[in-house]
Structure formats: structure tokens, C-alpha cells
Nanobody
Framework: QVQLVESGGGSVQAGGSLRLSCVAS????????MGWFRQAPGEEREGIAT???????NYRDSVKGRFTISQDNAKNTLYLQMNSLKPEDTAMYYC??????????????????WGQGTQVTVSS
């Protein structure tokens, strides 16, 4: 049974920072594509950052230079460090994982497993 459990969301003022964590169980996170998606009210869910089994990362332009995706293989944990947060970053953030393939086809890669989501709210 694969489980992805996120934590680290919250409310912060513009310019602040948060770090999201996603602990994977029943899943070898270092072997497959993993990433972070977000969904704002009334918007579609979008991929914002990915990391593959080789450590190659990719980011949506809107977060590039501000967000950093990383993983600790020993802890089977995926992270998203978010700096210089803006009100438009307000959304529910989801950890996502693929079951096949060590590389990520795109930011919106095919997701086999989702976390439950963690809310990030940025006030101006």
C-alpha cells in the first residue's frame, strides 16, 4: 500500500518561506519520477516541480528561482523549499509520484499516487 503524506503548509506573508515535506511509504521514491502539483480555487491542478531518479529537476516558469525540489532517499522524503512567496502561490499543494519510469515526461507527468494535499496561503 503506497502512501504519500505531506506536511509543512500554512499561512505566510508575501516574501516569506515554507518547506513542504512528503514522506513516502510502500514506495521507493528514489527510483521513479516524483513531483509537486498545486491547485488554486477555480483553477486546474498543475505540475510545478519534478525530480527524477537521476536527480534532474524541472520547474514551472512561475516558480523557477524561488522554489527548490529535493529528496532525501534515506528518509524516503520529498521536499519543496518555497522562498519569496507571492499571493499567487496560494493553493493546495500535492505530492505526486509515478509508478513506472525513472524520468519525468513533463511537469504534468502521469501520476499514479497522490498525497492528500497541504494548504499554502500567502497574504499580501
Amino acid at each position: 500500500q503506497v502512501q504519500l503524506v505531506e506536511s509543512g503548509g500554512g499561512s505566510v506573508q508575501a516574501g516569506g518561506s515554507l518547506r513542504l515535506s512528503c514522506v513516502a511509504s510502500g514506495y521507493a521514491s528514489s527510483r521513479y519520477c516524483m513531483g509537486w502539483f498545486r491547485q488554486a480555487p477555480g483553477e486546474e491542478r498543475e505540475g510545478i516541480a519534478t525530480i527524477d531518479r537521476y536527480g534532474t529537476t524541472n520547474y514551472r516558469d512561475s516558480v523557477k528561482g524561488r522554489f527548490t525540489i529535493s529528496q532525501d532517499n534515506a528518509k524516503n522524503t520529498l521536499y519543496l523549499q518555497m522562498n519569496s512567496l507571492k499571493p499567487e502561490d496560494t493553493a493546495m499543494y500535492y505530492c505526486a509520484a509515478a509508478r513506472y519510469g525513472g524520468t519525468c515526461s513533463s511537469l504534468n507527468f502521469y501520476v499514479n499516487y497522490w498525497g492528500q494535499g497541504t494548504q499554502v496561503t500567502v497574504s499580501s
